[in-house]
Structure formats: C-alpha cells, structure tokens
C-alpha cells in the first residue's frame, strides 16, 4: 500500500502535473495540501477519471487539503482539528482508506515570527499534537501525512543562515513537532534514511532548486500499528523539476498489506518437513479467550471516530466494530476448536448470528469490496 504526501501548491492550475504523477507514481492514498480552490472548483471529475475517489476540505484562494484513494472511496472521519473554532482554516481531513486512517494537514507558515501568525502556528500544533496522543493510544494504523511547515533538525536543511529566523526553525515549532514523535509516532522518511537530506521543498526564489538549496518540512509519521508495516519510503524529486511544478516535491511510504503480514505470520515454509506441516495442522490445547462483550463494546464506542458514515450518510455507530469481530470470529471456524464446551460454542454461534442482522440492518459502508468497514 504506497501512501505519499504532496504539497500541491494550487491544484487546478497544476492537475496536469498530479495526473502525470498519479499515472507513473500509482500510489495508492495521496494527501494532498495547498489546494487553493474552494470546494465546488475541486477538480473532481479528472481525479475520478484517473481513477482516484477523492473527498476534500478547500478554501478559495489559500490552503485546502484532500485524500485522493485509488480505486475506492475514502471515508471521511473528520474535516478539522477537535478544538479548533468552527469555519476554521481547512488544514485538516482524515478519512479511512483501506484499513489505514490517513491524515492530511497543512499547518500554518508562521512567519513573520513573532506576531500573531507565529502565535496562531503554534496554537495549531498544539491542538494537531492533543490529536494525534489521541490517535496513538487508539492503538490502530494511523498516518498522519502532510506539510507541517516545520524543518525538525539541521539536517533537515541546505547548509545556510538565511533561514535562521525563519518560523520553519524556531525552537517553538521544532519543540512541538518533537512532541508528537514523544507520543511514539515513527517519522518514515527519517527511520529508513538517516542521513540522507531527503528534502521535499525548494522555494522558488534565489534559484534554489538547480542549487538542491532544499528544506524537508513534508512529512509521514507513523503510529505503531503503521509503522511495523513500513517497507519503503522516499521523495519523488524528479517531479519538482518539471514544467510548471510545485514547490515541493511528493513523499510517500509503502506499507506491507495487512492480510500478507496475518497469512505471512501463520504459514510454514514450503521446506518444511511433512511432520512439522501436519503437526502445526492439528488441533492443539490452548488457553480459552473469553471476552466481555459487554465491555468490549463499550470500549469500542468510545475507541472509535463518531463520524463514520454509512450509506446515504446516514451514522453507522461504534456497535460496528464489535459486529464485525464476531463475525470474523465466526466465519474463521474458531468455535469449532472447543469441541469441549458444546454450550459455550452454541452461545458464540447465536451473538455472530446477532452480530450479522445488525450488519445487514445498517448497512455497512462498502469501499469496493476493502476499506474500514466500520472496524
């Protein structure tokens, strides 16, 4: 699952640079930011022909984000910051694609600094760090994906001072970032390349793209369940060099698919001797997993996004995640290994029963056969 960050930086005037990337890149999730368009002049039609769902929070003429999901629509779990004032700047969305709840920011500039724009930068982060502690303890996969406007250490940058009073470098901002990796979050970029500069902005003044005068402000931070999946990570450079580009250049990540790592983790070797294979086959003695579903689901409500919709965006509560684990457990013949516990088994059998009805009754929110699923 390949999952990059771009900085459009004004996505109709260059939607055919992004379609040009999404054709050779064909990533699977993009968060995009800067879109500079409001939410009617979203070029939606040409991302749908590129074959991309799209949902999106614009605003005219400055910032703007979107997540862009090939083949699938994204499920749109919040369109701001909890905290932030209604008719706030649109800087964030999360939308679940593919099992992944995937975040795209733009936080602010900042500069000139210090002055109320600084003060509202930092503000900001404050709120985005609150979240993503919230996030983290979810204990879900999770990618908080964007242009943070924040450069975390000095190698992050070209070897100048002309930045030195910048808002991209203060201790203030850099402090905040380091906050959010405190929480546990893996910046993707950094875990794979640690010493590479791997920059991702070059502003166009003073020729600073031919002179690779770059700063490395986008970034990918992965929660644990996201990050012991990451295989790859990366910045399509290339890209800022072309005809009418932006400024910056996408990142991206690639993330082993869940079900590889669950069949991975559970097969044998096809070396392995016959009496090895046939051994891990047979029935074994275990110990008995009980739940308190009474618990669990309430654990559940409160674990997950209130927003999710299902169809005709109506709300699909909580009780979801509880249905669909009972009914994995069903479907995957776990009852049949207590052979010993008939009425344990029978009582199993009628809650995934129940658990199908209420399936069915509200009607879960399809993403081509993958997705979410209310999980």
Not at 85 to 110: C, D, F, Q, W
């Amino acid at each position: 699952m390949k999952i990059a960050t771009f900085n459009i930086n004004n996505v109709n005037k260059r939607l055919a640079n992004l379609l040009d990337w999404l054709r050779s890149a064909k990533p699977d999730v993009v968060a995009l930011q800067e879109l500079k368009a409001a939410d009617a002049e979203f070029p939606a039609p040409a991302i749908e022909q590129a074959g991309y769902g799209a949902v999106w929070r614009g605003q005219k003429s400055w910032n703007g984000v979107a997540i862009l999901a090939r083949g699938c629509e994204p499920i749109v779990t919040r369109t701001q910051l909890p905290g932030e004032k209604a008719g706030a700047e649109s800087r964030y969305i999360e939308a679940a694609v593919r099992g992944v709840l995937i975040a795209s920011l733009y936080a602010p500039n900042g500069n000139p600094q210090p002055g109320p724009k600084f003060a509202y930068k930092l503000a900001w982060m404050k709120h985005l760090a609150a979240h993503a502690g919230e996030l983290y303890g979810a204990d879900i996969p999770v990618v908080l994906a964007g242009d943070y406007n924040v450069v975390p250490t000095d190698r992050d940058i070209y070897p100048t001072t002309s930045y030195a009073k910048d808002a991209l470098l203060q201790p203030e901002s850099r402090a905040l970032f380091r906050r959010i990796l405190d929480q546990g979050w893996v910046d993707a970029i950094r875990a794979l390349h640690p010493d590479a500069p791997m920059y991702t902005f070059w502003d166009y003044m003073r020729n600073r793209w031919p002179r690779d005068a770059g700063l490395r402000i986008d970034h990918l931070l992965l929660s644990a369940q996201a990050a012991k999946r990451l295989l790859a990570a990366g910045v399509d450079r290339k890209i800022r060099g072309k005809q009418g580009a932006s400024d910056h250049a996408p990142a991206w990540i690639e993330l082993r698919e869940e079900a590889k790592v669950r069949r991975n983790s559970r097969s044998l070797p096809k070396s392995a001797p016959r009496s090895a294979r046939s051994k891990a086959s047979s029935p074994t003695r275990r110990p008995l997993l009980v739940i308190d579903g009474d618990s669990f689901a309430h654990r559940s409500y409160h674990a997950l996004p209130k927003t999710i919709l299902g169809r005709g965006g109506r709300p699909a509560g909580a009780i979801l995640g509880f249905a669909n684990v009972l009914l994995r457990f069903y479907r995957a013949r776990e009852i049949s290994r207590l052979p010993e516990r008939p009425r344990l088994r029978r009582r199993i059998a009628r809650a995934a029963r129940g658990a199908a009805a209420i399936r069915r009754r509200l009607r879960l929110c399809q993403c081509q056969g993958r997705g979410l699923r209310g999980r």
